[in-house]
């Protein structure tokens, strides 16, 4: 649920995609809601061997290791987070647009793009019995916003915010007013729970502070004891692990975790939902008990299936979905779909090495495009992914039609397109070895960049080799090195590396591409891994965020993408489709393409 391209391990990606011999299977027919969405028919028959409890059991790799709802970075904790707090806004996981959560519309936006006015739902209550009120509102963006507060990845999204003000006429009405304008003014509000002021500040310390003073860079927060007393009270782990401290808006409550095993969430025998009518789809409660089970082993999650005892995934390899398919048990008991989905595996090349840790590979644009044609995406997604994958040629997927550059045509695996233009670049086999090598600074240089990846298992290292052994026909060596995830990133963002293969995610929302190609972000060490960009894109960047008219902004996208396509700072190369699986025992199936492929709140038991 991100508002910007956001950057993943090759985890739920590459090891997603695994090699198999057996053929497809015919996937189950349903009725396409939208582009988006499919709606798969409820079973015509109950079986006896199906369970009676209305206790959903969903499968991930691994449990997160916080639900603080200032620290929610991981698919897991997002997931968890929609079901246990509430937001202004949810996007529509059908029809990817925004729609009203708490607030009983969506804002009403001032001419001049920089106000957006909300009235929260009537009979809003915490589980305690008390009211909803603007404060909540204020306080929960005050304590996101705050100096202290330990949340680096929501940081940016609050940049543009300047205050929330309450309404003196209305006591439901509050304004969000934005400094400038931005194209995510009314949609950054989807990543932020709003939390009840009387629990996470029952003395009131954040209302003697203003967003005003949060922003000012002369503001020393440290000096201040109440701030920092505050701030130790709410960034205490307590808040994002155990379930006495995780209070939230939502229908469910976290009651159970077992780390590494389980998190059980139970839905509120009183809730606030209850009799609302044109309630957004993220605040269903049909399932009385959500119970997440951690499994990362393929054999035990397989195993797990043909017992039963899960009822619903989007988290399998597609050789474990192939291996089910061909079980009638399976699919006796299961409905499963392979979902196109908003991530892409990459590789990034480090357009601006230091020379000394790093040789100037890819300093050459020249290079960069030679190895576009040495990487054999076809050849991947037919190994790898089973067929079971696009191919991207740009930053969006090729079925954002409303924005993608369709002229940008995919780059072929082509040796000799390649050959030529390494010879251009001056790289030759001086010594007849079968390696090309260089004079760089006085010394001769072999022509083996590396490739780092995470030390994930053999998917990743499948790809990787791959790419190794489609590359040497050209006279280029690629050492593979596997990393440990955190490690790989921090090399990542400290441009210490040569090749990078990972992955990345864009929500449908992404119109602010900043994060990953302004030059801003690699000075900074953000997620501008390459290096790329110019006076020229960066202006093009900061005008396509500011840039409220559709119309103007995807001309300008396009123009991007052309640019990077040219520059090919970025080699994509394909987004394999989401594997998703529910039982047949749930009925209202819903398999869309936003995370994490299906709407588990939204399941309604069958009746036997």
């Not at 960009?533 to 409220?548: N, V």
Request: hydrophobic content about 40%.
């Amino acid at each position: 649920m991100s508002v910007a391209l956001r950057l993943v391990g090759i985890t739920v990606l590459l090891a997603t995609a695994l090699w198999s011999c057996r053929p497809r299977q015919a996937q189950v027919p349903g009725q396409l809601l939208t582009q988006n969405a499919l709606l798969l028919p409820d079973a015509p028959a109950w079986n006896e061997s199906w369970s009676t409890e209305n206790t959903l059991l969903v499968h991930l790799i691994s449990d997160p290791s916080s639900v603080h709802p200032s620290a929610l970075t991981n698919h897991g904790a997002i997931l968890i987070a929609q079901l246990i707090h509430g937001y202004l806004l949810y996007l529509n996981p059908i029809t990817l647009k925004l729609e009203p959560g708490i607030c009983r519309t969506l804002p009403q936006q001032s001419p001049d793009g920089l106000q957006f006015t909300y009235e929260l739902r009537e009979g809003l209550y915490w589980d305690d019995g008390r009211p909803v009120t603007p404060e909540d509102v204020i306080f929960s963006f005050k304590a996101y916003k705050c100096p202290l507060t330990q949340n680096p990845a929501q940081k940016p999204y609050l940049e543009n915010l300047s205050a929330v003000v309450a309404s003196p006429l209305h006591s439901r009405r509050f304004t969000l007013i934005s400094k400038d304008r931005y194209v995510h003014n009314e949609s950054f509000v989807i990543e932020f729970p709003i939390l009840p002021r009387h629990v996470y500040d029952s003395a009131n310390v954040l209302a003697r502070f203003s967003l005003a003073q949060f922003d000012d860079p002369a503001f020393r927060a440290e000096e201040h004891a109440d701030l920092v007393a505050w701030s130790r009270s709410f960034n205490h782990p307590v808040n994002g692990t155990d379930p006495a401290h995780i209070k939230g808006l939502g229908p469910y409550r976290l009651t159970q975790w077992e780390p590494g095993q389980f998190i059980t969430l139970e839905r509120k025998p009183r809730h606030w939902t209850a009799g609302v009518d044109s309630l957004p789809l993220l605040l269903a409660s049909y399932p009385e008990t959500i119970v997440f089970r951690f499994i990362r082993d393929e054999t035990a999650t397989k195993l797990e299936l043909l017992s039963q005892k899960l009822d619903a995934s989007s988290m399998l390899t597609t050789r474990t979905l192939m291996d089910l398919l061909t079980d009638s048990s399976f699919l006796r008991n299961y409905n499963s779909a392979f979902m196109e989905n908003l991530a892409c595996n990459r590789i990034y090349l480090n357009t601006r090495p230091d020379g000394l840790k790093r040789l100037p590979y890819f300093e050459d644009v020249r290079m960069r495009k030679a190895m576009a044609y040495l990487v054999p995406v076809d050849r991947m997604i037919e190994v790898l992914a089973m067929k079971q994958a696009v191919r991207w040629t740009t930053f969006l997927p090729p079925f954002r039609t409303d924005e993608v550059d369709t002229t940008l045509k995919p780059i072929p695996y082509d040796v000799q397109a390649a050959i030529r233009l390494l010879e251009e670049a001056g790289w030759h086999d001086s010594d007849n070895d079968g390696i090309r090598d260089k004079l760089i600074a006085g010394r001769r240089v072999a022509l083996e960049p590396e490739l780092s990846l995470a030390a994930l298992g053999s998917a990743s290292r499948d790809a990787a080799t791959l790419i190794a052994e489609a590359a040497l026909p050209a006279g280029m060596r690629i050492r593979i090195r596997e990393l440990e995830t955190g490690t790989l990133m921090e090399k990542a963002r400290q441009h210490d590396f040569d090749m990078l293969l990972t992955a990345g995610i864009v929500s449908a929302l992404a119109k602010d591409y900043s994060q990953i190609w302004h030059t801003r972000s690699w000075e900074q060490n953000g997620s501008n891994y390459s290096g790329f960009g110019s006076p020229i894109t960066d202006a093009l960047l900061d005008s396509m965020r500011r840039e409220l008219n559709d119309s103007a902004r995807i001309a300008m996208s396009r123009r991007l993408q052309r640019i990077i396509y040219e520059q090919q700072p970025v080699i994509f190369t394909f987004s394999p489709h989401r594997k998703v699986v529910v039982h047949k025992r749930w009925g209202n199936q819903i398999f869309v393409k936003e995370k994490p492929g299906f709407i588990p709140n939204a399941l309604r038991l069958l009746n036997p």
